[in-house]
């Protein structure tokens, strides 16, 4: 069975836009980036929602905008890196394509993460931040038809071996 759609989870800054860009310039699929999407339709930020409305009501639109996604075929969508909390997303994603979850060291992740200092989940000490959440989310990504650890590997590599475990 070919994969409608290829969905790709993972902790922040474990390369799923980068990768999942690639990985649909490579099918020819389109790609989708929740979060972006989501800005798009607030007309806002990401750090402005969590500052003005708080951390529940952006999980609240993070589900509906992955839903309305999930609707459509072809696509690589790169989803934040907490969209796997809810269950009724991680449902929604196994439903409507083959879910990837991309893992790095955290050092790895460290290092990419501290380029891009708007992330409100990351403010404050940003080592202890992601170890925390790390710690905290360390079984949320295992529901994921595959997992990927890619923090030795290209994007190439890593768009190679997804597109080899997804069958395409
Ligand atoms: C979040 C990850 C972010 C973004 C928001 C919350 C998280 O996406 O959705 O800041 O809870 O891990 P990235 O994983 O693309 O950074």
């Keep these: ?10 902790f922040m800054g474990t390369g799923k836009s ?20 989501l800005e798009e339709e607030q007309q806002t930020s990401i750090s402005d929602l969590f500052r003005i409305h708080g ?15 999930l609707i459509r075929k072809g696509q690589v969508v790169a989803t934040g890196g907490g969209a796997v909390l809810a269950e009724c997303n991680r449902a929604c994603m196994l ?15 460290i ?4 380029s891009d200092t708007s992330r409100p989940l990351l403010q404050g000490n940003l080592e202890e931040r992601v170890h925390l959440l790390l710690e905290e989310r360390k079984s949320s990504y295992d529901f994921a038809h595959t997992v990927i650890d890619t923090t030795e590997l290209t994007t190439d590599q890593i768009v190679a071996l997804i597109i080899q475990q997804a069958e395409l």
């Design 95 to 109: 439903q409507n394509g083959f879910v990837v979850a991309l893992k790095a060291s955290p050092e790895m992740i």
């Design 1 to 10: 069975m070919t994969a409608s759609n290829i969905v790709l989870v993972g």
């Design 111 to 114: 290092q990419r993460v501290s």
């Design 18 to 37: 980068t990768v999942g860009q690639k990985l649909a310039e490579r099918l020819g699929w389109t790609f989708q980036d929740s979060d972006a999407a």
């Design 55 to 69: 951390e529940s009501h952006f999980r609240a639109l993070e589900s509906k905008v992955l839903e309305h996604i």
